[in-house]
């Protein structure tokens, strides 16, 4: 049970918004990911230390997607990492905006050659390179090459409404003046709209 008392923070409960549709709210997603293209995903180790790394997620992504695909090399510790704890968390900044958005959910290994083929990418290639002992080539059939899949059980982003000059001047009023300042929007994708989105949503189609 949550012990958080909503009435001592102000901000967040403004800034909160209820009124879109799941469609509109994976819209919103889907724009804050493309902006930043790099998200940093968080991974658990067995000593309970939490480990960070850059990532980009692949695309084309779907209209209703909400799993994020990664195509990564197996023999790296994040490996290690997801095989003790699924768990993980996906984040993207958009320094431009301060939109950011945040992925919790589990992540699931494969290698799956259809959504290999799907993302695959001359790009990609460059970061495994062709060992030249003719089985690792560095290339989709690359025995390294897998995919991890972060299936989201929670997606919360920050959209912002307002320019930085606005915003900081804005800021500077509402500190003189003790109003709460909220210049964006925080919206919440639900488990419950998360997996109404799955019966149309598949990464592999």
Known sequence: MSTVDKNLDPYTAKAEKHDFTPQQKIDGL????????????V????DGHLHSRAM????????TQTTLVFIANNA???????????????????SKTTDWVSVAGTAKISQDKALIK????????????????????????DPRVSVIEVIPTDIRY?????????????????????RVSVPGE?????????????????TSA
């Not at 980009?56 to 209209?63: E, L, R």
């Not at 790296?76 to 958009?94: A, R, T």
């Open 30 to 41: 889907h724009a804050i990911i493309k902006a930043a293209g790099t998200g940093m995903l």
């Open 43 to 46: 991974t658990r180790s067995s």
């Open 56 to 63: 980009a997620p692949a695309s084309p992504y779907s209209p």
């Open 76 to 94: 790296s510790h994040k490996f290690d990492e997801l095989q003790n704890d699924s768990h993980v968390n996906v984040s993207f900044y958009d």
């Open 118 to 141: 799907k993302h695959w990418s001359s790009l990609i290639a460059a970061y495994f390179g062709d060992l030249k002992d003719g089985v690792h080539k560095g290339n989709e059939d």
């Open 158 to 178: 920050w959209k912002s409404k307002e320019s930085s000059i606005t915003r900081t001047l804005e800021n500077a009023i509402d500190a003189a003046t003790g």
């Open 186 to 202: 925080l919206i919440q994708i639900t488990k419950q709209e998360i997996e109404l989105t799955q019966g149309v949503n598949s």
